[in-house]
């Protein structure tokens, strides 16, 4: 089973997530504080990771084409609804619904 070392505002957590599993669910399931608001469709950015180690995978076309109209993002920069957990990593949870001030989404589907 992967190991996800999840970093947000409130610390640092590790949590071991089902390999397949989108990543923003894998993070909020696990108590962890992650804005997302389109539902998992790759539409918004509010799910946002810093991937800091291991292999996020490759980027889906919607990924790639969303990331692309924001400015000044580098490139480990990844929306965590279109990941899919496929072995250790660690990242950095960038936006969380307390500290924005925005009510989550809808959930996105597994």
Same mark, same amino acid.
């Given at each position: 089973m992967p190991t996800i070392i999840a970093e947000a505002t409130d610390g640092t957590q590790t949590i071991d997530a089902q390999e397949g599993r989108k990543l923003v %669910?894998?993070?909020?399931? @696990? #108590?962890?504080?992650? %804005?997302?608001?389109? #539902? #998992? =469709?790759?539409?918004? &950015? &509010?799910?946002?990771? /810093?991937? $800091? +180690? #291991?292999? @996020? *995978?490759?980027? =889906? /076309? !919607?990924?790639?084409?969303? $990331? !692309? +109209?924001?400015? *000044? %993002? &580098? /490139?480990?920069?990844r929306l965590s609804c279109q990941i899919r957990v496929q072995g250790d990593l660690e990242v950095r949870v960038l936006r969380q619904a307390s500290t924005t001030g925005l009510a989550p989404g809808t959930r996105p589907s597994e």
């Open positions: %669910l894998a993070i909020e399931d @696990a #108590g962890i504080d992650i %804005l997302h608001r389109c #539902g #998992g =469709n790759a539409k918004c &950015t &509010t799910c946002r990771v /810093e991937v $800091l +180690a #291991g292999d @996020a *995978g490759e980027m =889906n /076309e !919607a990924e790639r084409n969303r $990331l !692309a +109209a924001e400015a *000044g %993002l &580098t /490139e480990n920069i």
